[in-house]
């Protein structure tokens, strides 16, 4: 038997103790057991926690004391934008008339819902340079597969039906080909040349009329602006296939350069990353995507417009592919969204960008000379630095990270990208100061001459933190993924 | 024009160009070709100072009826309950709620803790062995379960009960048309899903049967009947999507044999916030533990023996096996599961049937007094806090006339059925009084003349 320094709930649950407070019996009691076979009756009560107010909160209190987030801390995680969570977001979330609406109440009495969705719409527009947006994908992932499920509309809707295959570059998020799978494509790899951009001549031998779509990142998860986009655009375009962006990484060009201008027939953006929905451990994101005009009768319905002085869901869109969530997407995440982007500005969100490449630059310039930097040009929001050096010394990319840890640090993305060997992703974003910059710089300097002089303080990390390295393989082996009494 | 978010100064900016070896931030965007470089600002609104944000954002949400100051009787998927106060003082640590996915666990326990234990709390409720840390929402994961269920048995037809929710049903046809799924609707006869149609199209090419417990119209599906109509079929899979408060006074699907349980936990401590961010969950059999879309924890122990929890069972997710992953997911509702998971531990094991109930017994109450009002109630069978009552002309003009006096009609079922014309799908939740159900009554009367 483990320790167990930190109870389950469940372990603090006891018989008769409770912390509900539901209402009184107000009406005449009916006999339900009258009504229903006794089947349907639940025999044995679901084992939830009998617990006090006192000891919920002592708990969660407890467990968020054993988390770490942006609040608690630099989190360079590569490809994440961990950037400041800005608390008047969390506010105007909550307010009732935004939090406490129902999605079916009769549009006349949620315009003001209706409005801020609408000029969230606009602004996405305006900063991706697309022609049409839609609010309804829960998430990155879902973008992409709407996205994708928008080129599979338009390419069937033009006789098109031999068009099986969605190219995705070898640096991309895993999502991308996932999500072209669950579009019913078959992904294929374009590699990346010496420069950690797309091989025109690799994407010229695998385009061909089978050819989809291209999904592309950019800048792409090197943190490298793909220079030969133009190109690119055009090879696929001439091919018949259709352009995928990948905004997850728009943190990098807001006010630089937009997708739309770049030829892109689709892009969705994260919400939750470059807009400041908080992260919540996980989620709930918001992806929404934005279209070309050419694409745009394909969009999700209901699709959110303005008539005359109202806002309206129109449902009349023959040509939608129809819902891909229900309800109208995330709306409090998209309401976090707009509150930042009405903080901002243009002005603000161009300097957001210049900030956070800036950052990013800065970092990549001090950590090259101990860090193998595999693609030396300027870098975008992010960059991607190997561990190869030090894994000559016995000291791996996953130590190095978890000796971050000792040091109160949240490590970067590592082993993503996989054409990097023992990739360290480190995204520092635009929020943090240059002196949270220079402390990490330093302790990664230091991580670096320790794999020199005493790997094995770097090997055998985490040494200051609640509980040390984890069991992995027999988590996976034998799994429990319950507790059981 | 200054930017609270952004603390860097002229100073630092000149020093650290400086090591760069850039003339200016420009220089750090020449990579963009100039073709494509934006010139000029983006046109938005003008930012906005905190103060004047607030009272902007204020007005707007002034500008909507919300469920506070209304009275509520609309549910058809979200439903106005009680959120114990404790839920938004868990959720509200930033901890938790500007952390991301807990990939590295020493530093990570509490989220991934709070997992297992929503993981926990999911298998109870539904009588599944394995439950997953979320989804997006119920009709996301119902479209996954279905795509699953294809994959799982190399089939392709679908059967899915017109009793389940409309919009999730249009979620799986759009999911469905990945994998080239055929998708075939069983009709509703007074609320139910007609098993004779359902035993008729039952073959050896179906891959599941959906249903919803209680269904879209608040009834409850004999589980049991359509098990044994599944039994007759080798390998087809019983998907049941379930509302998991209901499971506090029903049999859970898992004891009727399902194969995959999905649903949306909103009704446990998260506002209906115009219909999101809610949450999914997902639960199955031990038999397709490795084949469950997103993120799982699993217990384990670190080198000193100490119990730890990390995310498991990775290798059928996306940023391991790409294209060949089970699903495209990435992000999902992590805080929305941790809201669930602070109010089901409020809740508690005896609450929750308790809460159940009360639900029950004010949808009973209801169901009386329009009753007793002479309204034609279409409901007859057992069901759980929801039923429908024929008015005399379009449910619309009821909503608009009954929202003049400070209610929030039920759901207009004429919608997603052309054929139910004037049908209301009522919600009658804990929080509503008898008083509020007596006047609705009364005003519904009034409007109907
Ligand atoms: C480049 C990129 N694309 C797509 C995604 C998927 O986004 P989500 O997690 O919101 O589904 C991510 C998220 O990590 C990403 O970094």
Redo the contacts with the bound molecule.
Sequence with gaps: MANQDFPLIFERSKEGRTSYSLPELDIPEFDLEDEFEDTFIRKTAPELPEVSELEIMRHYTGLSRRNYGVDSGFYPLG??TMKYNPKINEDVARLDGFSHIHPYQDPKSVQGAMEMMYDLQESLKEITGMNEVSLQPA??????WTGLMMIRAFHEANGDFNRTKVIVPDS??G??PASATVAGFDAVTVKSNEKGLVDLEDLRRVVDNDTAALML?NPN?LGLFETEILEMAEIVHEAGGKLYY?G??LNAIMGYARPGDMGFDVV?L?L??TFTGPHGGG?P?S?PVGVSKELTPYLPKPLLIKNDDMYVFDYDRPESIGRVKPYYGNFGINLRAYTYIRTMGGEGLKKVSEYAVLNANYMMRKLEKEYDLPFPQHCKHEFVLSGKRQKKLGVRTLDIAKRLLDFGYHPPTIYFPLNVEEALMVEPTETESKETLDGFIETMLEISDEAKNDPETVQDAPHNTIVKRMDETTAARKPILRYNK | MEFRYLPMTETDKKEMLKTIGADSTDALFSDIPSKVRFVGDLNLKKPANEAELKKELTNLANKNANLKEYSSFLGAGVYDHFIPSVVDHVISRSEFYTAYTPYQPEISQGELQAIFEFQTMISELTGMPVANSSMYDGGTALAEAVNLSAATTKRKKILVSKTVHPESRAVIDSYAKGPNLEIVEIDQVNGLTDLKQLADELDENTASVVIQYPNFFGQIEPLNEVKELIDQQKKTMFIVSSNPLALGYLTPPGEFGADIVVGDTQVFGIPAQFGGPHCGYFATTTKLMRKVPGRLVGQTTDEDGQRGFVLTLQAREQHIRRDKATS????NQALNALASSVAMSSIGKHGLKKMAMLNMQKARYMKQKLSESNFEIITQDAFFNELVVKVTGPVSDYNEKLLKKGFIGGYDLEQAYPELHGHMLIAVTEIRTKEEIDTFVKELGDING
């Design positions: 490809s994440c998430a990155g992932a879902q973008g992409e991309a998020h999502t991308n990142t998860t990948d997850a990484n969705h994260n939750h990353k989620g994101g992806g | 495209n997911i990435c992000s």
